[in-house]
């Protein structure tokens, strides 16, 4: 069975033309307790690809030369998972997500409809001060924090600016994955010479998004019916555990 959408209320989303929304999440997420498409279809594991565009239902790739880091959910919900700490290499300054957040616990959840890594307000100050502090006046940082701006820059100085790793923690195995994201990909081209800064804050949030800027870097295992997500970089995200 399917449902037809036939009055919504305004949002981001439909600005860009698009067919609709798959939500890929659990059916604990559905206002009506309507199971989700894809466990309708009978498939309880997907993995993204998204350097080739690629959806795998029911099972993922494997590989000889790369392993797979899993991490078990908090929660049936989102595929929410526990966020250890990041850090703008070479800096030495290790942004602990939990200091910034109201629980003990800081989280982040994986989300294939969020196209950049989305951070907390307070947080996203820290990042970006890390980034491009060098580059720019502190000024100008607190306008893009306070009004929820994007940062744009040349594509250019992307050579001068760092590598950001994430690292997530299992607390199954008590192990973390710590996964590089590199300048090139973490700024966007927009218009010539123009990029945008693949990160943003959203206010009212005390939770990071994990969106296409990290998935697109890792396959990305989604498994309801393990209750985990599995990560395994790319040739530019090497896994360190």
């Known amino acids: 069975q399917f449902g037809l959408i036939t009055d919504m209320q305004p949002m981001p989303a ?14 604990t997420l559905s206002d009506d307790n309507i199971e989700p498409l894809l466990p309708s279809m009978g498939v309880s594991q997907f993995a993204f690809d998204l350097q080739n565009n690629e959806l795998h239902l029911n099972g ?10 899993w991490v078990h ?7 929410e998972i526990r966020l250890h700490s990041l850090q703008v290499r070479p800096a030495s300054r290790i ?14 959840i994986v989300d294939t409809g969020t196209s950049l890594l989305v951070a907390p307000a307070d947080a996203f100050r820290t990042l970006l001060l890390d980034i491009v502090g060098d580059i720019m006046d502190s000024h100008e940082l607190d306008t893009i924090v306070t009004q929820n ?12 600016l760092n ?13 973390c994955g710590t996964f590089r994201i590199a300048p090139e990909q973490y700024l966007l081209p927009v218009s010539g010479d123009e990029c945008i800064l693949g990160i943003q804050s ?13 998935i697109r870097q890792n396959y990305v295992i989604f498994d309801m019916q393990g209750k985990k ?11 360190n555990v």
Not at 163 to 175: C, F, L, R, W
């Open 95 to 108: 942004i602990h997500p939990r200091q910034h957040m109201s629980s003990a616990h800081a989280t982040a």
């Open 202 to 214: 959203l206010p009212g949030i005390d939770f990071w998004i994990l969106g296409d800027i990290f």
């Open 229 to 239: 997500v599995g990560f395994r970089p790319f040739e530019n995200g090497t896994l």
């Open 149 to 160: 701006k994007l940062l744009y820059l040349d594509c250019m100085q992307a050579a001068v």
């Open 163 to 175: 590598d950001i790793e994430i690292s997530v923690y299992d607390a199954n195995t008590q192990q």
């Open 73 to 79: 959910l908090i929660s049936a919900s989102y595929f």
């Open 14 to 27: 439909m600005e860009s033309l698009n067919d609709g929304i798959v939500g890929l999440g659990f059916q």
């Open 60 to 69: 993922y790739q494997h590989s000889s030369t790369s392993s797979i880091f």
